[in-house]
């Protein structure tokens, strides 16, 4: 079963957590022992698991990307602006896929682990495809 889950991006960068919606395309296959696949179909986005249970986590992993990657006017990458340079380059360091296990109906993340959606060239309207598969 494959799902579209719809994100709204802030301006500029931004963890979204969207660990509700993954667990509810989950629990809408009906699969009980399996895996979900999570792709994030952008250049300038990722995916990642983290803690989101203390709301500066997301924003001490954005200012660190900040920090390994500035926004420069000198990227040979010119398409769109300096910004989406620094966007293609954070989402390779981040990634654009997670595999989860689901197990008893349910994603095996640990307590405080939240599957974060991540913007590096918002405002957009971007997509998080879930691919869930017994086995």
Request: net charge negative; with cysteine.
């Amino acid at each position: 079963m494959l799902t579209h889950i719809p994100v709204q991006t802030p301006r500029g960068e931004a963890l979204i957590d969207v660990t509700p919606q993954v667990k509810e395309a989950v629990a809408a296959s009906g699969v009980t022992e399996g895996i979900a696949v999570l792709f994030v179909p952008h250049t300038t986005a990722a995916i990642t698991i983290n803690s989101s249970l203390d709301p500066t986590t997301p924003l001490d992993i954005t200012a660190e990307l900040k920090r390994i990657v500035p926004t420069r006017v000198d990227f040979q990458h010119q398409y769109d602006t300096p910004a989406d340079a620094a966007g293609h380059i954070k989402a390779t360091l981040v990634g654009h896929s997670a595999t989860l296990i689901i197990s008893g109906g349910k994603l095996l993340l640990g307590g405080s682990q939240s599957i974060l959606f991540c913007e590096f060239d918002g405002p957009r309207e971007r997509k998080v495809q879930v691919k869930v598969m017994s086995g």
